[in-house]
């Protein structure tokens, strides 16, 4: 039984591998070809600062437009367009 549950997982960590090896190639024609590798989202950050007294004041920030990569994982330093996009508010804790 443990040997069929360690070639499955070991299956799936391959396909994962793949998958994101093939993201990177998808991606790195991308850039080759100049097809809309990049992309930019406007995002919304705030900073949560706590006080003495327990409560947590917030600082909004003016927006900003932040780099994104159009594919399924992060690649060169930068988060998915997808991501970003669900995630358009990012609050920094201090």
Not at 14 to 27: E, N
Not at 64 to 91: G, I, M
Request: glycine letters at 4%; aromatic letters at 14%; one cysteine or more.
């Amino acid at each position: 039984m443990k040997r069929v549950v360690f070639k499955i997982v070991i299956a799936l960590l391959g396909a994962a591998g793949l998958f994101y090896i093939g993201d990177y190639a998808v991606l790195r024609y991308r850039i080759v070809r100049n097809r809309a590798p990049y992309s930019s989202v406007t995002v919304d950050v705030y900073y949560a600062v706590p006080q003495k007294n327990g409560r947590i004041e917030y600082d909004f920030q003016s927006s900003r437009a932040e780099v994104c990569v159009n594919s399924v994982f992060p690649h060169a330093s930068y988060a998915p367009c997808w991501y970003l996009r669900r995630h358009s508010d990012q609050q920094i804790h201090l």
